[in-house]
Nanobody
């Protein structure tokens, strides 16, 4: 069974850090492009970061310099290290997987996890 499971969400104060993980079962994450998305209350889901299977990487402008996406192939996971968190980073974070597209860090994603809640508040 193909499954993605996110973990690591929590309540954190502004300026704090969290590390989200996306664990895959039923397939090898290194064969896929992976994306992290988030959805804040009352807002549309937005793309945060992507990594393809040749380690091409994309970050949306609002997280550049603060977030880092990385793979751990031994654990079949992709992580999102989030530093200097801001209240506007609050939302449910989802990871997604899809076939890589040549020359593109991001892809069309057919597999989605259930999400993990990140709340940045004092």
């Amino acid at each position: 069974q193909v499954q993605l499971v996110e973990s690591g969400g929590d309540l954190v104060q502004p300026g704090g850090s969290l590390r989200l993980s996306c664990a895959a079962s039923g397939f090898i994450l290194d064969d896929y492009a992976i994306g992290w998305f988030r959805q804040a209350p009352g807002k549309e889901r937005e793309g945060v970061s992507c990594i393809n299977n040749s380690d091409g990487i994309f970050y949306t402008d609002s997280v550049k310099g603060r977030f880092t996406i990385s793979r751990d192939n031994a654990r079949n996971t992709v992580s999102l290290q989030m530093n200097s968190l801001k209240p506007e980073d609050t939302g449910v974070y989802y990871c997604a997987a899809g076939p890589p597209i040549d020359g593109k860090a991001c892809a069309l994603y057919g597999y989605w996890g259930q999400g993990t809640q990140v709340t940045v508040s004092s």
